[in-house]
């Protein structure tokens, strides 16, 4: 048997939403209710205001609930909830110090009660509750101290249409509720830094799909294997992912025989962002993402980036922008993909790099030698987006 009997999930960006708030609430609810799908056991999901409850219908997998809400964008903390009917304020003493009893039993701790009184026909307020409450886990608990400054423990009531008892909260990664703000297309390489900028802007309530540039036979399967492993371990976060594998060889033949060499990677780079963005433009994205940072390589200086930007009409998010190296690299292992990252599988990106790069490309400049590829341009890029393989990516939420 369990020892709690619900889920209290605590939001915070979420509650300063004004009247559209039942909109983020819905939606929050909405993605609970997918991440519990594969976990054993049966759950009611439900909202009142300001709080979500996930009530256990059946027996669970503690650990596995609380993995499966941690990666939910939206919650601020997953509280265990010890849930009881409505009691007169002597037997909600007794349970509570039960409670403490049986969560702290070594009995050393600071503590503090904050009661929330809901429910109006309840006859005691909060601060009669928190008085009472608090003496009575003195007298059961002695090892325990009052501190309602900086306690070590907060015990925690809610008094609604029935009583709510909590003392820990279990952090989840904030944000907002993946669906809420339109969809993205999403440039993943095989690197640290992309996989980071899809879970950053997912995190903001952005559906992502994505899209990969293979360069076979210069990259392996190995290498888009390892796309397809980041894809899945941010999908853990993000919700499905549809994964648009293009077969970027050609262009990048033909640019490296018709271009200057100090130009490949701006060049490759603004043919792979005219493809992503047919892409998104066919998949109803409202922008774009990378994992572009000022500064970390010749093609990110802030005159590559705006040659870069020039050939799109979609906006170009670049979360990491300010981020750098080792900042990246902190996400990355938060979100459990470095390992992947790290695998020494070259992307199409490594293979025709110049050995130096212009880093203060001119636009009227890298247009002009753009027109070298004229000539057959159009359809190789046509060619490429007709090579396009659709790989679904989900974890362990299908929607």
């Not at 205001?49 to 903390?77: C, K, M, N, P, Q």
């Not at 900028?197 to 903001?204: C, N």
């Not at 802030?302 to 906006?315: H, K, S």
């Not at 046509?382 to 396009?388: G, H, P, V």
Request: net charge negative; hydrophobic share 40%; aromatic share 8%.
């Amino acid at each position: 048997m369990n020892k709690y009997d619900a889920f209290l999930i605590k939001y915070a960006e979420i509650g300063i939403k004004g009247k559209n708030r039942h909109v983020f609430e819905e939606a929050l609810v909405r993605q609970i209710r997918i991440a519990l799908r594969p976990c054993e056991g049966r759950f009611a999901v439900s909202r009142t205001y300001g709080r979500v409850f996930v009530e256990a219908h059946s027996d669970y997998d503690f650990d596995e609930v609380t993995e499966a809400l941690s990666h939910v964008f939206g919650i601020w903390g997953i509280c265990p909830v010890a849930v009881h009917d409505l009691m007169p304020l002597p037997d909600l003493c007794r349970t509570a110090a039960a409670f403490m009893q049986e969560e702290y039993p070594e009995g050393i701790h600071t503590f503090k009660v904050r009661t929330r009184r809901m429910n109006k026909e309840y006859p005691q307020d909060s601060l009669e509750v928190n008085a009472e409450l608090g003496r009575a886990v003195l007298e059961a608990c002695p090892g325990m101290s009052v501190d309602v400054h900086t306690p070590e423990i907060m015990l925690s009531v809610e008094i609604r249409e029935k009583l709510y008892l909590y003392s820990h909260v279990i952090p989840g990664p904030g944000g907002l509720p993946v669906g809420v703000g339109g969809k993205c297309m999403l440039l993943l390489s095989g690197g640290i830094d992309s996989p980071v900028a899809g879970y950053m802007v997912a995190k903001r309530g952005v559906r992502i799909d994505a899209v990969y540039f293979n360069a076979p036979p210069y990259t392996s399967e190995r290498a888009l294997q390892k796309v397809v492993d980041l894809a899945k371990e941010i999908s853990v976060y993000t919700g499905p992912i549809r994964l648009h594998n293009i077969n970027f060889t050609e262009i990048q033949l033909y640019i490296y025989e018709k271009c200057p060499h100090d130009e490949l990677t701006i060049i490759m780079r603004r043919y792979m962002m005219r493809i992503a963005e047919r892409l998104a433009k066919e998949n109803d994205c409202l922008g774009l993402v990378t994992g572009e940072s000022i500064g970390q390589v010749a093609s990110q200086t802030l005159a590559a980036l705006a040659v870069t930007n020039e050939v799109c009409t979609l906006p170009v998010f670049r979360p990491l922008v300010g981020f750098d190296k080792e900042e990246i690299i902190q996400v990355s292992k938060k979100i459990g993909t470095f390992e992947t990252s790290i695998l020494p599988y070259e992307d199409c990106c490594t293979i025709f790099v110049a050995k130096h790069p212009v880093t203060k490309p001119r636009a009227e400049v890298i247009r002009a030698h753009e027109h070298n590829l004229d000539e057959k341009i159009d359809e190789m890029v046509d060619r490429a987006i007709a090579t396009d393989d659709i790989i679904n990516i989900s974890s362990y939420r299908p929607e």
